[in-house]
């Protein structure tokens, strides 16, 4: 079996999720030639004036080898073969700590943190000086109606941190394959699959119901994350 990459395979505006066939076309093969057919990104390409259309970065395999040169090539590269997911026992961390951890500050980073500790097998205490998520809708929304400041319970602090109440894009510069399991993770906690795969994901945190928010930190307190521990 052969591995490659196609990028910027362009698919038609009415046809988003139909890069099969397109891929198909292009490389001159027969759909079903395609194996394990994934989508790395896609993003809405507006580059090209009165042609919007959506273009996909895909890996998959197949049993013909393929011509990565030339112009009717364009596109394609060869890729490493996918690799398989380590077995379970090998996550679990190995570190014999006299103490439970601690962790300051309900914020992406110290959820986050809490979240891949305790998947590894560690006690983890976070500790976070506001409220949690549903908590912090009420001071916020008191705030914009009667002005009373909350200064632990705020757009800033509180269960979720500082950009609870942001239009969510989901910003970072950081190319470290932590960033892809921080995208698994929150399609584990309920959001749209696509963020793994757009461009440019947006989840946009500001307009989410406050049950569904409550809902997915409920799951993370679930897992014994925020134990007992705001208004810290
Ligand atoms: C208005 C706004 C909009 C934003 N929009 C976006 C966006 O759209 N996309 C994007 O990617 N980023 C956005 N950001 C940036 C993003 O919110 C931050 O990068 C991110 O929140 C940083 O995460 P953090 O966990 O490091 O810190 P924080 O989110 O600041 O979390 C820190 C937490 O620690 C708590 N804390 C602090 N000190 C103590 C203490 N001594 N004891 C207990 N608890 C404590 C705080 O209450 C807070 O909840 C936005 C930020 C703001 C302010």
């Known amino acids: ?11 038609a505006l009415n046809k988003k999720g139909q890069y099969r066939e397109a891929l198909a076309k292009s490389i001159k093969l027969h759909p079903d030639q395609i194996f394990n057919l994934a989508v790395a990104r896609f993003s809405l390409d507006c580059r090209r004036k009165g042609d ?6 895909l890996r998959f395999e197949t049993n013909c080898k393929l011509k990565t ?51 590894k097998g560690y006690k983890v205490n976070l500790y976070e000086q506001g409220k949690p998520v549903e908590e912090r809708f009420r001071d916020i929304r008191r705030f914009f109606v009667d002005r009373k400041f909350n200064p632990r319970s705020n757009v800033l602090f509180g269960e979720g941190g500082a950009g609870a109440f942001s239009d969510g894009k989901l910003n970072t510069r950081s190319r470290n394959s932590f960033s892809e399991q921080v995208l698994h993770d929150m399609v584990d906690f309920g959001v749209d699959k696509d963020v793994i795969t757009f461009a440019k994901p947006h989840i946009g945190t500001d307009k989410r119901k406050r049950g569904r ?18 208004r810290t």
């Open 1 to 11: 079996m052969y591995s490659y990459c196609f990028h910027e395979l362009p698919v």
């Open 52 to 57: 919007p259309h959506w273009s996909y970065n």
């Open 69 to 119: 040169t030339g112009n009717n090539a364009r596109g394609l590269v060869e890729a490493r073969p996918p690799q398989k997911d380590p077995p379970e026992e090998s996550l679990k961390g190995s570190l014999s700590l006299p103490d439970e951890i601690a962790i300051v500050g309900a914020g992406p980073a110290g959820l986050w943190a809490a979240l891949h500790l305790l998947r």
């Open 213 to 230: 928010a409550a809902r997915e930190m409920d799951s993370l307190r679930g897992l014994g994350a925020c134990r007992g521990a705001f």
